[in-house]
């Protein structure tokens, strides 16, 4: 089985696909939360993480502990960003572009070949991902939320075992201020198998 199918479906059982959802993404949404990866895995840059953040923003592991933000950048230092993508709920591409992020990277093909859904599980791989977001940032139809996936630096240095970690996911949500810029509501992030990280 895919790995990306095995990820999913150990994320959330659900039952029949409904029919998919019209998604319609805001491209100003699309732009911050890009550069809210930017900030996030370069601190030294010239844009800082936290101005991007809502005062009372929550950060939290899958597990659910609390984390600072310190803690979040801690967890993804040692990690490449494969892509990061926006979207305006509901979302109809969640899985297609989490594999075809891993495609485009420099991963070992033997990975790349695990993560890739077949034609015919698609459908379904991209609803249940639309419901474990939507789950585990409690956001709903209309809401702005984004997926980044990030791989370890030493993905490809030795053979993966079982058990090992070879993704961590950050997913956040977003709303809009009174001034019409985005700020991060939430964040959920780590090893979605694990629930930790």
Partial sequence: MHRLTVIIIALLVVGAAAQPPV?????????AAADFTTALLD??????PATALAPDAAIHTFGGEASPLLRLQAALSDSTVLGTYGYTLPATSIADD??????ASALPDEIKRQMAPSAQSRPRANAIA?????RALRAGEGECIAVMI?????????????GETLFTFVLFKGSKTASGEYRVTTIVYGDPLSGER
Avoid: M
């Fill in 23 to 31: 998604a319609h993404n805001d491209p100003a949404w699309e732009s």
């Fill in 150 to 162: 990030l791989a370890p630096n030493t993905i490809g240095d030795a053979p993966a075992t079982d």
């Fill in 43 to 48: 601190p030294t840059g010239s844009s800082q």
């Fill in 98 to 103: 989490i594999a075809e992020a891993v495609s």
């Fill in 130 to 134: 639309l419901q474990w977001v939507s």
